[in-house]
C-alpha cells in the first residue's frame, strides 16, 4: 500500500480526492489532508507519506513554498502539484524542485491515475536498488500493467505534458507523432478523443492563457509576448487571442491594468 498526503485550500478538492484516489488507485491509501502548506509541512514530516498531491496557490505558505521547504530537509515524498491554465510560471518553477507532475484542475481520473502509477513505478525502482540480491530475488507485489496498454492510455497525457513545457516552440503534430513514435493520423484522432480538442486547438488555449498571464503580469510589448508564447506574426497572434478571449490583446490589458 503506498501512502498519499493532499495538501488544498479547497475542501470540495481535497473530498473530491478522497473519493477518487480509493476508487481508482486502490492500492493507495489517502493517510492525511492539510489546507495550507505550512500544515502540510508539519504532516508531511509527522507522516512521511510516499506522494504528496498538493495546490499550487494557498494562504500562509503556497504549495511550491512547501515543496521547496520539505526537498531542502530530505524528504523522500514524491510530489504531484495541481494548477490552473493561469499558473505556468509557478508549475514550472515546480519542476526545478524535482516535481515529476502537474494536474490541471478540474482534475481528470485517467491523468491522475497515470501520474500517480509513473510514481509508484519510481518508488519501485529507488527500493529495488536499496534491496539485497536476495531479497530482489523474492517475490513482491507489484502495480503490473501490460507495456502496450500502458502506453495507448498515457501517451496522450505525456504529449499533453511536453506542450505545456514547450508550448513556446514550433511543435506540430508530424514532430509529436516523431517523438512518440506514434502514426500521424491516429495520433490526431486519438487527441480528438481524449481531450475533445484538436492538438491545434489545444495548443492555441495553452499559449492565449500564457498570454493572458504575461498581459496581466508584466510591462511587455504585445510583439514580445506574441513571441513568447510561440507566434511570429503579431497580426495572426491578435486575430486567435481575440477569437478565444473576445477582444485584442491590448484591450485585454488596459482593462486588466484598470482593474
Known sequence: MYTVMLVDDEKGIIDGLKVIIPRYLPECKVVGYAHDGIDGVNMVRELHPDIVITDIRMLRKDGLEMVQTLVSEGVDSKFIILSGYSEFEYARKGMHLGVKFYLNKPIEEEELQHCVRSIIREIEKER???KTPEQVASPDIRVEEDDTVLKKKDVIVEIKQYIFENFDKNISLADLSNRFFINLHYLSQLFKEKTGQTYLEYLTQVRIERSKELLEKTELRIYEICQMVGYTDTTHFS?????????????????????
Open 128 to 130: 529495488d536498488k536499496e
Open 239 to 259: 486575430k486567435l487571442f481575440e477569437k478565444a478571449v473576445g477582444c485584442k490583446p491590448s484591450e485585454y490589458k488596459r482593462m486588466r491594468i484598470r482593474k
